[in-house]
């Protein structure tokens, strides 16, 4: 730090005066957040509910090396993190190295926008203001889409030649016209629940 000190005595304050000044200094942390090896802050990651989250946080420390050693942070946090996803710090204040956000958007957190926001807080030096870090990014977390519970179950077992929804064949005569009832299901809900399909019809 450079620059001048001023002092500047009122009225009849004149004599001879000691102070003494502590001065702290530092770096904040500097965060890196990842998700399959990418750099996500400012970005926007999409998920869909159900699926498998995996994002890793981290601090480098500028304050231990030039290089920039791990960091050791007294706290790190998060806010506005989906439905069904945890935040797991790696390590115990004051000595933390980073956190995991790990798990699956439950199947009622859909929305196009969770603004995501970290905090790191450095533990050195201890009992002094923090030097501190913030990042953001954001995750979007779509709807699943449906289940398909039965194809053709209003035929009746005659009709179905083959149960697995996937690969299901129906038989249908030489110029017979049949009805074919196809039942899907939110997939985070019963089986009763009702899900609205886009669908179009096909003639062979």
Do not use: C, W
């Not at 004599?15 to 000044?21: I, K, L, N, V």
């Not at 200094?25 to 869909?48: K, N, R, Y």
């Not at 870090?133 to 889409?145: G, K, N």
């Not at 299901?168 to 009805?179: C, H, P, Q």
């Amino acid at each position: 730090m450079t620059g001048p000190l001023s002092l500047a005595p009122q009225g009849t304050t004149y004599g001879d005066y000691s102070s003494e000044f502590t001065f702290v200094t530092g770096l904040s942390p500097v965060l890196a957040i990842e998700h399959e090896g990418d750099d996500v802050i400012d970005q926007t990651l999409t998920f869909t509910e159900g699926e498998a989250v995996s994002i890793a946080v981290s601090a480098t420390d500028l304050d231990n090396s030039a290089n920039g050693h791990p960091a050791t942070l007294k706290s790190l946090g998060v806010t506005n993190l989906p439905d069904g996803l945890s935040f797991a710090l790696i390590g115990t204040s004051p000595d933390i190295k980073g956190a995991t956000i790990s798990g699956t958007p439950s199947y009622q957190s859909a929305d196009p926008s969770y603004s995501i926001t970290i905090t790191a807080a450095d533990a050195y030096p201890l009992n002094s203001p923090e030097f501190s870090a913030t990042e953001s990014f954001t995750i979007a977390v779509l709807q699943a889409p449906p289940v398909v519970v039965s194809v053709g179950d209003n035929l009746g077992g005659d009709r179905v030649t083959s149960p697995v929804v996937t690969d299901t064949t129906i038989e249908v005569a030489e110029n017979e016209t049949r009805t074919i009832e196809i039942l899907t299901r939110d997939p985070g809900a019963s089986l009763s629940a009702p899900y609205d399909i886009v669908y179009d019809s096909y003639v062979a």
